[in-house]
């Protein structure tokens, strides 16, 4: 082949590409992968779940040195917010993970143009490269995971220095006094938890009547208790007509999401995190031929199998979660059968979570979605109260609730909220994925003391035989 032919072209390097480029590599596969940014790592790692995690951390220590090391007879006076330093660190993070994927494409022999990709032909890709010129790249298959952007609101204009996105909230110089997040889902609670630790009066503005709607309505009302009792306010079944930028703060203008009057109120920033929509400007799939559905969503069959041969998509520019594990299996699966392998991703066992303290994780169906469908199920639920780890750590808010079938006991959906949902959820995660029922994850031993113990304890009660609650 020649320098700029392959067996593989993907478009964007995020996790899907990424993965999928790696994988591609090591099935012995001729692969590059075009990336609009300098950096790899899609939004994900650069201005997404990675730095927001760095963040989520710092602000963590911050707020138990500051209010939680006391009751464990730990006297910390003069603790001080070095709010600089703090970002330096989410950086070299950031930096370190798109530095060790580099090493990796190296080491799989995946080849990376920094420019953006279009489609041309099909089975070509042109490189509109960052350095300058163009490359055109021939493929036998072009797989697109340039995965998704800030859903707009009319009426509000991101600057990203008082009306932000989640990118500029990650780089805010200095904390404001006040903060309102418009979006009460993933992204909106954990940065909106992130500064109100670090001192902001955080508002979340919510159009529906419920936080985390995707979740089970039970974590969505223990989230809205855990975190208000941190001191976090909430405006649910509201809409925001306008936020208007000044020089010292933003005015928003509300009203009920059912129609009524309007109210107005102030802030030092916004948040705008309503959701994502996929992003697939300048790709060229209208005049290549590619469907999408009426929301933009690339259209593809079981396979990730676009309109046009050859061309495949996966990640947040298919219907779906937006999920960055989502998109990684699903561009394994499709490299491992463009290699002649088999590829298959589980869309029923996708777990979820929202990485506030509490953490609240979900993976399966939730309550509404059952009841929804006409499935009979039965529910198991143990708080963490009852956790002798929990009470051990100080930490015990939330519950562990299990919904099994009530005729076969098969395990339905798993839902969490307390001290690292995120973790004890691939429990129930692994259980699914072997078709378990209530009772094998009853019947498996857990070690004393450790918070899964919750789970256990969940899964007897499926039953109506918890022993410690």
């Known amino acids: ?3 700029n032919t392959f067996d593989l072209v993907i478009i964007g390097g995020g996790p899907g ?12 596969l001729s692969v590059a992968c075009v990336e609009k940014r300098d950096t790899l790592g899609g939004t994900c790692l650069n201005v997404g779940c990675i730095p927001s995690k760095a963040l989520l951390q710092s602000s963590e220590l911050y707020e138990e040195a500051q209010h939680g090391f006391e009751a464990h007879g730990i006297k910390a006076t003069g603790v001080k917010l070095d709010l600089k330093a703090m970002l330096a660190r989410k950086d070299a993070v950031v930096e370190g993970l798109t530095k060790g994927i580099a090493f990796l494409f190296k080491k799989n022999k995946v080849k990376h143009f920094a420019g953006a990709g279009r489609i041309t032909a099909k089975g070509q890709v042109t490189v509109a490269l960052n350095a300058g010129g163009e490359d055109v790249l021939t493929a036998r298959n072009i797989l697109i995971c340039t995965g998704s952007e800030v859903m707009p609101i009319p009426g509000v204009e991101v600057d990203e220095k ?13 904390v404001p006094k006040s903060l309102v997040v418009i979006g009460g889902g993933y992204i909106g609670l954990e940065l909106g938890s992130v500064w109100r630790r670090l001192g902001a009066e955080v508002t979340v503005v919510e159009f529906l009547d419920r936080l985390v709607p995707g979740m089970d309505g039970e974590v969505s009302k223990t989230m809205k208790r855990v975190l208000g009792k941190q001191g976090m306010k909430f405006k649910l079944s509201t809409k925001v007509i306008s936020a208007k930028a000044g020089k010292s703060n933003v005015t928003l203008t509300l009203e009920p999401a059912k129609g009524g009057d309007s109210e107005t109120m102030k802030a030092d920033v916004v948040l705008l995190s309503v959701g994502r929509r996929p992003y697939t400007d300048g790709l060229g799939l209208d005049e290549i031929g590619i469907a999408r559905d009426e ?13 046009v041969d050859g061309i495949y998509a996966i990640g947040d520019v298919i219907p ?3 999920l960055a594990h989502k998109a990684e299996d699903e561009g394994v699966a499709v490299v491992e059968m463009l290699a002649g392998q088999s590829g298959h991703v589980n869309y029923d066992v996708i777990p979820g979570v929202v990485y506030t303290w509490p953490e609240a994780a979900t993976v399966g169906r939730t309550e509404e979605q059952l009841k929804e469908a006409g499935v009979e199920y039965k529910a198991g639920k143990a708080a963490f109260a009852a956790n002798s780890r929990a009470r051990a750590n100080g930490f015990t808010d939330g519950f562990v609730k299990i919904l099994a079938d009530a005729k076969t006991d098969q395990v339905l959906g798993v839902h969490v909220v307390g001290p690292d949902a995120g973790t004890i959820v691939h429990e129930a995660a692994i259980a699914m994925e072997f078709v378990a029922s209530a009772e094998d994850i009853a019947r498996t031993c857990h070690a004393h003391p450790t918070l899964n113990e919750t789970v256990k304890e969940a899964a007897l009660a499926v039953d109506g035989r918890p022993l410690n609650s």
Not at 162 to 174: D, M, N, Q, W, Y
């Open 320 to 322: 779906g979660p937006m």
């Open 162 to 174: 008082r009306i932000v996105s989640s990118t500029g909230a990650l780089e805010l110089p200095k």
């Open 1 to 3: 082949m020649s320098d």
């Open 295 to 307: 929301r933009g969503f690339i259209t593809v069959d079981d396979h990730w199998k676009t309109s």
């Open 17 to 28: 590409g990424y993965t999928a480029a790696n994988r591609a590599g090591q099935l012995g």
